[in-house]
């Protein structure tokens, strides 16, 4: 085996390696032959969406001296989204709206943000952690419900 070095991978997380959700996103239509905006509507705190499995890869990856650490640069950070890029996104607002779908997803997350909740995973003002005022996003496990 390659040398390990583990100190490499010691920055490889979600928030600053766009690799991990390139290739949780790929794992994921390939096992379920779903859409991108199937894998999306997951969350990345769904474990089925398998972003931490994919981390757990990256890192050994990079760990094992096949993949580049992650960089702070902002070259290494553009060419790393430019490769997790997905080749399907439309050129144009227009373009994205052509299709049905898109549009009526495009316009109930729209509906839910304009109404104070978070359009991204779909939870609406009045379903937001009583907790802590956040929506499904984000980890709840530390939030407790008020008296």
């Known amino acids: 085996m390659a ?3 583990p100190s490499a991978a010691s920055n490889v997380h979600y928030a ?9 996103e790929a794992a994921w239509r390939m096992r379920t032959g779903g859409t ?8 990345k705190d769904n474990p089925e969406a398998l972003i931490s499995e994919a981390r757990e ?10 993949l580049l650490a992650p960089s702070s ?12 890029a997905d080749r399907q996104t439309p050129r144009s607002f227009a373009e ?3 299709n049905p779908i898109d549009r009526a997803i495009f316009t109930d997350s729209l509906d839910i943000a304009l109404g ?5 995973c779909g939870t609406e003002r009045d379903h937001l952690c009583v907790g802590c005022g956040k929506c499904r996003c984000f980890d709840h496990d530390a939030c407790t419900r008020p008296a």
């Open 3 to 5: 040398q390990l070095d």
């Open 116 to 120: 104070g909740g978070c359009g991204l």
């Open 36 to 43: 991108r905006t199937d894998w999306l509507m997951l969350g």
């Open 16 to 24: 600053t390696d766009p690799r991990i959700r390139h290739l949780a």
């Open 73 to 84: 640069s902002p070259e290494w950070k553009a060419a790393a989204w430019r490769a997790a």
């Open 57 to 66: 890869w990256v890192r050994a990856a990079v760990a094992g001296g096949l």
């Open 96 to 98: 994205a709206m052509a």
